[in-house]
């Protein structure tokens, strides 16, 4: 359950119903999805998140599923379940194949149980891969 009501277009603010619009263009949908929604409370905030979102998630060097199969690890690193859904939609509109996802899958899990290891032994940085 949200800890804030999600707002309808109805509800939302002039500045934030113009975020609500601009993620509707940019994205090419009716659709505006509830985080969107919860974050309209703080519509400074709310345009602040979707303009930094469009930079870093935009073009770029690298691909957008990429970019997707990286925010489903972190997100899933981090324990956010709704982004974890979220960039997984995403990463399917964007051509993830089920191989992909099994791929991915094991990747997040071996970088997690190696992450476990190494940070329980403390094993300290080999000079070769320091900057």
């Not at 994205?27 to 519509?43: E, I, K, Q, S």
């Not at 991915?104 to 940085?125: D, E, R, S, Y």
């Amino acid at each position: 359950m949200a800890t804030v009501p999600l707002l309808s277009d109805e509800e939302a603010s002039a500045q934030a119903l113009a975020v609500f619009d601009d993620i509707r263009a940019t994205r090419g949908t009716d659709y505006v999805n509830n985080f969107w929604r919860a974050l309209a409370h703080d519509p400074a905030l709310l345009q602040a998140t979707w303009e930094r979102l469009k930079v870093v998630m935009g073009p770029g060097t690298l691909d957008p599923l990429v970019k997707e199969l990286i925010y489903v690890a972190v997100s899933t690193a981090n324990g956010c379940a709704y982004c974890v859904h979220s960039h997984t939609a995403a990463a399917r509109a964007k051509g993830m194949t089920q191989a992909q996802y099994g791929e991915l899958l094991a990747v997040i899990g071996m970088a997690m149980q190696t992450n476990g290891m190494v940070t329980g032994m403390q094993v300290p940085v080999d000079e070769a891969f320091k900057a």
